[in-house]
Nanobody, 123 residues
Framework: QVQLVESGGGLVQAGGSLRLSCATS????????MGWFRQAPGKEREFVAG????????YYADFVKGRFTMSRDVAKITVYLQMNSLKPEDTAVYYC????????????????WGQGTQVTVSS
């Protein structure tokens, strides 16, 4: 069974950085595409970044290009989201997700979800 546990959220000032972690269960990274999503109050959940199941390619939403970096550590079975130059509009609950479709960006393409971690960026 796929298990995803996010951590690393918190309160940060605009311009600051945070690194989110998503601990997974054994075998997940070699089998699933991993993604990061976020959901702000009153808004739909939106795609942030994804990494193909081979780990060869990372793809991003346009609004985070150049600021966020997604990576994974196969030995630690963990994926990360390094967030730099944070803006107040980045405030949201951030979710880690696992799915079967490479290059997936839709929430419907991800079958497994973590519980989320809150990121709050103050101005």
């Amino acid at each position: 069974q796929v298990q995803l546990v996010e951590s690393g959220g918190g309160l940060v000032q605009a311009g600051g950085s945070l690194r989110l972690s998503c601990a997974t269960s054994e075998g997940t990274l070699s089998t699933y595409v991993m993604g990061w999503f976020r959901q702000a109050p009153g808004k739909e959940r939106e795609f942030v970044a994804g990494i193909t199941w081979s780990g060869a390619t990372v793809y991003y939403a346009d609004f985070v290009k150049g600021r966020f970096t997604m990576s994974r550590d196969v030995a630690k079975i963990t994926v990360y989201l390094q967030m730099n130059s944070l803006k107040p509009e980045d405030t949201a609950v951030y979710y880690c997700a696992a799915g079967r479709t490479n290059w997936a960006r839709a929430t419907s393409e991800y079958a497994y979800w973590g519980q989320g971690t809150q990121v709050t960026v103050s101005s």
